[in-house]
């Protein structure tokens, strides 16, 4: 196959790393209690779970496109991409976190407290699908504005049809790590993580209440419209 981007991107489709640096160095706000909390997330043994800062700030900006109040994120991590969102938000905006994972919680929360957002944001530390189906179960259908996607992915699935359920119409759900390093194109890779995005990337593609489109950056971020 052609290379489509001859000299941006290197031979596994990264950006290679100086353009890379160049497009955060011209184009990244990122506030210091980001970079802060960045910084010490990338001390996790799991730092590599944080979405990218022109990432967070991509999504900051769909936020203030939508003009979004009411946002729900499922995998919250040490907060990062929270933060971003949060920051997005207008000072009556809230934001519904779901974790497991106390001490990620933590760090968090300790970071949200700094940057004057905690008010905004209630994290739930519990199964992801146990607060999804409280949130259906106590009349929050169809009222979200936004969700991220971004935790186990074997319920991706799962996340997505719940998802859907609670984004009022005209809402939009981000789905992140949709090509899974590429792997959802290589069809000799079947471990569960990669058959769930596979599926629900085809599922995605044949399903007529969204609008949608795939982008290609960072690990592959969808985005899906809830239609009218
Ligand atoms: C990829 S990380 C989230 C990264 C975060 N969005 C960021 O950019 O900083 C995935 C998170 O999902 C959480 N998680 C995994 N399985 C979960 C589940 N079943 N319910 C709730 N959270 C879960 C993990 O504890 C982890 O913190």
Redesign the pocket.
């Known amino acids: 196959m052609a290379n489509y981007s001859p000299g941006i991107r290197d031979n596994s489709g990264q950006l290679l790393s100086h353009l890379y640096n160049y497009l955060l160095s011209v184009s990244l706000r990122e506030s210091q209690i980001l970079t802060q909390l960045r910084q010490e997330t990338a001390q996790q043994p799991m730092s590599g779970?944080?979405?990218s800062p022109y990432q967070g700030q991509f999504m900051a900006l769909l936020l203030r496109l939508m003009g979004a109040k009411k946002v729900l994120?499922i995998?919250?991590?040490?907060?990062?991409?929270a933060l971003w969102m949060a920051l997005a938000l207008p000072s009556d905006g809230t934001l519904t976190a779901?974790?497991?994972?106390e001490e990620?919680g933590a760090i968090a929360h300790r970071y949200w407290q700094t940057a004057g957002v905690a008010d905004k944001i209630t994290l739930h530390l519990a199964?992801?699908?146990d607060t999804l189906d409280n949130l259906l179960a106590t009349g929050q259908a169809d009222t979200f504005d936004f969700v991220f996607i971004?935790?186990?992915k074997v319920?991706y699935g799962h996340y997505y049809e719940k998802s859907l359920d609670l984004l009022r119409p005209g809402g939009l759900i981000a789905i992140d790590n949709v090509l899974w390093s590429g792997a959802v194109a290589d069809p000799t890779i079947t471990d569960p993580d990669t058959l769930a995005l596979r599926h629900l990337n085809q599922a995605l593609h044949q399903d007529d209440r969204i609008e949608l489109s795939l982008l290609p950056i960072a690990d592959g971020l969808t985005l899906a419209l809830k239609r009218f």
Do not use: H, R, V
Not at 98 to 101: A, F, G, R
């Open positions: 779970m944080q979405i994120e995998g919250t991590f040490t907060g990062y991409s779901c974790d497991m994972n990620y199964p992801a699908l971004d935790a186990d319920n």
